[in-house]
């Protein structure tokens, strides 16, 4: 049963134009959300997160949306950068112990030139 | 600062051979984890670490052991692999339950089983 789904495996973007990526969650017991950058034959990297308390949370270009009624949150990038073509996961985690991240699947972002 | 090393980069295994993957932070951060990356699906936790001495299983957990003698260590053996561990490794290391900043990730493992 997967927790947290991405369901667009792809999207592509004109650069300068908005880049909205997706995530739903079905655990109500998530409290923290973040977002993750992955490359090619890297690591992925930290990009946002954003507490359950809030509702927005936003870092230069990037800005994080969460509607907890509707479980599903969203990345937007404003404007979309050629550096912005990577896959991107959103992770959610439990107020627990350890917080281990339960990731979905990621969403595969080409901005086109 | 490295970071999170994870060695090797790439390895391949005959089926019932073992190994053990390497990971080492010099941030030292208190948790460490070990994911796997299938083609096409997120990550999955296979074991984290508190700190030093204490250890537990994630998600999947099966066919893979792991160890915390050190702050800065923890490997993840794999006894007998079989082609299912076919996959992406990644270790990832965080100063505390999960900081504003998220968890460091290695470079990852490219692991396959043949």
């Known amino acids: 049963d997967q927790q947290v789904k991405q369901n667009s495996p792809s999207l592509s973007v004109q650069e300068g134009r908005i880049s909205i990526l997706n995530c739903d969650y079905t655990?109500?017991?998530?409290?923290?959300f973040l977002w993750y950058k992955k490359y090619p034959a890297e690591g992925p990297t930290f990009l946002i997160s954003?507490?359950?308390?809030?509702d927005k949370n936003e870092d230069g270009r990037f800005t994080v949306f969460l509607n907890k009624s509707a479980k599903h949150l969203s990345l937007h990038i404003v404007p979309s950068q050629p550096g912005d073509s990577a896959v991107y996961f959103c992770?959610?985690?439990?107020?627990?112990?350890?917080?281990?991240?339960?990731f979905g699947s990621g969403t595969q972002l080409t901005v086109l030139p | 600062n490295a970071g999170v090393t994870q060695t090797p980069k790439f390895r391949i295994l005959k089926i019932g051979q073992s190994m053990t993957l390497q990971c080492t932070q010099d941030?030292?951060?208190?948790?460490m984890y070990w994911y796997r990356q299938d083609p096409g699906m997120g990550l999955k936790l296979i074991y984290y670490?508190?700190?030093?001495?204490?250890?537990d299983k994630g998600e999947v957990p099966n066919g893979y052991n792991v160890s915390r003698s050190t702050t800065e260590d923890f490997p993840l053996r794999l006894e007998l692999a079989a082609p299912s561990q076919t996959s992406v490794y990644f270790c990832?290391?965080?100063?505390?339950?999960?900081?504003?900043?998220?968890?460091?990730f290695g470079s990852g493992t490219r692991l396959t089983v043949v």
């Open positions: 990832a290391s965080s100063y505390q339950p999960l900081t504003n900043y998220g968890y460091t």
């Open positions: 655990n109500s017991m998530f409290d923290y």
């Open positions: 954003i507490s359950s308390i809030k």
């Open positions: 992770a959610a985690s439990v107020r627990g112990s350890a917080r281990q991240l339960t």
């Open positions: 941030m030292n951060h208190n948790y």
């Open positions: 670490s508190v700190g030093a001495g204490i250890t």
